[in-house]
């Protein structure tokens, strides 16, 4: 039950709205005694659009704090949140399925049994299939998925009956495409599927409490969980691995208590309806050409705001225990999965105008593409300053504006308002972060070895935050521009496992960064010291961008962090059985040598996948709905 569900936004407008005035007031009050420049004009309309973003996740933060802190459950604002019980019966069929293309086999196949032996181990083992669905091109990767699940078929026994892999022949839409093949072939043979990605672990309670969820919530179709990072090794895996665990608990409540029943979808570790599914998230491919048309790449974010549009409700859990991925384990192959998000991302702008969406989804796709548009912004607006700095400071003052002018006017520098703008800004930007960190000690600090070796990681962690920052700014941005003026990317496996990057590829990913901050160092250092000292934490950075990249990437140096207590996290003090069965099997993989067996598939009970109309209502699904829209 969601309380209070149409005053949740009206509230968020209550705190966002005026914290931007007074942000955008107080830079206002800065550029107006010497009059407004253009460049001025534009760094103010740039700052609004910046700090209505910040406070939006400002306010998600602090919103998230307060109920965390008193235990108050987002959605119903009562104290103990409702869970299905554990002793409740599963009583529909259900599917877990888990898409991958031209991914590691060993991986794939062992945290594929990982979760086929959590839900093997219950009581309610009879009510799932699990299917392994190949896109994979590669054809000796697709020799080794077919010998490694033959292995797998051999080690589950009778079990394997429920097991089942298929390779597509042609990946057409690629994973749209493959889920799409397997719910009209399968999906009314089940109520819901599982999905996930092709690193993802799930517990065998986690994977019940999904399908209790919807069995017991006639209303729902998407029920969403937190993929916690899991598995890291290097540095910086390690840094962002432990920044997920630290923060997430309290930014997913506030999330939650303004989403309500329009939660997102990240595309795994979620469960999904099937039926309402099929009838409402056909994709169509978008007229016109990128980043605005083309086939939707970010299809999550897309399918559900279409569930809600049609009435169906879609839920976060804030409960981040039994749900985990993986990350890239290094800067450069975040920032090459960032750049595939930003494409996506940006498109969903273009959807804005879909016909029936929910306001919150509407925000979801906003918020999603302005979380790279903003680095942009940002980076125009040093830009901005920094040219009207240089213009000022390499021309002659004009004292006598007018004609028999009695009195010089004097250029003035509001000191007290810039002081009060950087650490109202530096408060958007690290009072959340703190929030997060004294709850945590209040809450959670034996998950993280205990207080001292939560205070180290949160310490490092807002150090290498800051660190990075310009690195991803400049990323962004770069993408942000490539995205705009039509470059596509493709989309292709990700790196998974950990790996130390080369000094010749960390240069070749830095070289124009850095050379640029040293030009803007030095040219700002001569004219304007005073604007040198404000943008010497970005310039630091991104002069510094090679040697952090190396050095991040250093499985070494992540391996003494927690040695040093820092940077630990829950399922490295107290390791669930699910990650254990990953962790032991990793290390004992072997694909067989055996002739690989053509796998059994289930008989198809083919239904059509219905094509979206975008600029038409949806037809609910069940006429019981119609009152929810």
Known sequence: MVKGEHMRLFIMALLVIPSTVLAGWSLYEIFLPNGLTTLEVAQLTLGLTLFAWLCMAFWTGIIGFFLQLFNIDPLSLRKKQVTPSALTPITKRHAVVMPVYNEDTRRIMVGFEACIRELMDSKSKDNFDFFMLSDTRD??????????????QKRLGAFSSQVFYRRREQNVHRKVGNLKEFCERWGANYEAMIVLDADSVMSGERMQDLARRIEQNADTALVQTIPMPVRQHTFFGRFVQFAAHLYSPMLATGL????????????????????????????PTLEGRAPFGGEILSHDFVEAALLRRAGWHAYLLTDTTGSYEEVPSNIVDYAIRDRRWVQGNIQHLGLLNVKGLKTANRLHFLFGAFAYISSLILFC??????????????????????????????????????????????????????????????????????AWSLLK????????????????????????????????VKWEAQEREGRKVPWKVAIKHTQIMSCLA??????????????????LPVLVGMVLAAPVIRLSSSNLLGQRMYKWGIFVIDQEVNECKALKR?????????????????PMLPDSVWQTMPEQLLNEQPTPMRPALVENL
């Open 518 to 535: 040293v030009v803007w160092g030095v040219t700002t250092f001569y004219f304007t010291p005073s604007l040198f000292m404000w943008l």
């Open 457 to 488: 990681g949160a310490t490092v962690e807002l150090v290498m935050a800051v660190l990075i920052a310009p690195l991803m700014m400049f990323y962004h941005s770069y993408f942000v521009i490539s995205v705009l003026i039509g470059h596509s």
């Open 582 to 598: 990953l962790r032991v099997a990793m290390q004992y993989f072997a694909i067989t040598q055996h002739k690989p067996e053509v």
């Open 139 to 152: 054809m000796e990767k697709a020799d080794a998925e077919l010998r490694a699940f033959t292995r797998l």
């Open 381 to 450: 607006m040093l830009a901005l300053g920094t040219a009207d700095a240089l213009i000022r400071a390499t021309s002659v003052p004009e004292f006598f504006v007018s004609d028999y002018q009695l009195f010089p006017t004097w250029q003035v520098a509001r000191q007290d308002m810039m002081m009060v703008t950087m650490w109202g800004t530096a408060a958007l930007l690290f009072l959340p972060k703190l929030l997060g960190i004294a709850l945590a000690l209040i809450k959670r600090r034996n998950e993280f070895g205990g």
């Open 256 to 283: 939650s208590f303004w989403q309500t029943d329009s939660a997102n979808y990240w595309g795994h570790n979620a469960i999904i309806r099937i039926a309402p599914f099929m009838q409402h998230c056909g994709l």
